[in-house]
C-alpha cells in the first residue's frame, strides 16, 4: 500500500484548515486591518459580522482535526477519505460561484475556490492509488467481514 502521498496531503490539509483555530482569538482591529490589506475596503463592525468570522473559522479548524483523524489510517476510513474528496470539490465550486456572486477580487476568486477543487483532485486520485481494491478485500477477509465488493 502506498498510501505516504495521501496521507501527506491530508495532514497538510489539517495543519492549513486547523490553523483557523487561531482566528477564534483574533481581536477585531487586527480582522479589520487585514480586511483593509486585502483591498476589501472597511470591514463592517456589527455582531454578526465577528459572529460569522468566527464561528467560520471554528468550522474549518474541526475540519482541520478530522482530516488528521482521518490522515491516521487512510484504509481504515477511506470511504470518509472519499467523502472528503467530493465534498471538496463541490465546496470548491460552490465558493467560486459564492466569490463570483460576491464580487471578490479576481485573485480572491482564483485562490480560494480552484485550489479546494483541485486539492479534491489530488484526494481522490491518492486515494484510489493508494489502496487497491486486492488490499481492501485482504483486510475485510482477516477481519472477518468479507462481503462481496462490486
Not at 465546496?91 to 475556490?113: K, S
Amino acid at each position: 500500500m502506498m498510501s505516504g502521498p495521501l496521507v501527506f496531503l491530508l495532514r497538510c490539509g489539517a495543519v492549513l484548515t486547523g490553523s483557523a483555530f487561531l482566528a477564534l482569538f483574533l481581536p477585531v482591529e487586527w480582522m479589520a486591518s487585514t480586511h483593509r490589506w486585502l483591498g476589501l475596503g472597511e470591514f463592517p463592525r456589527m455582531p454578526i459580522v465577528d459572529y460569522l468570522a468566527r464561528s467560520v473559522a471554528a468550522f474549518y479548524g474541526f475540519h482541520g482535526v478530522l482530516l488528521f483523524v482521518i490522515s491516521t489510517d487512510v484504509l481504515r476510513f477511506r470511504p470518509l477519505v472519499w467523502y472528503v474528496a467530493v465534498m471538496n470539490v463541490l465546496f470548491g465550486f460552490i465558493l467560486l460561484a459564492i466569490d463570483i456572486h460576491a464580487g471578490l477580487p479576481g485573485y480572491w476568486i482564483a485562490f480560494e475556490g480552484p485550489p479546494v477543487i483541485g486539492i479534491g483532485l489530488l484526494v481522490a486520485f491518492f486515494n484510489w492509488r493508494a489502496v487497491p481494491v486486492t488490499d481492501v478485500q485482504a483486510t475485510a477477509v482477516a477481519s472477518g467481514e468479507m462481503r462481496t465488493l462490486r
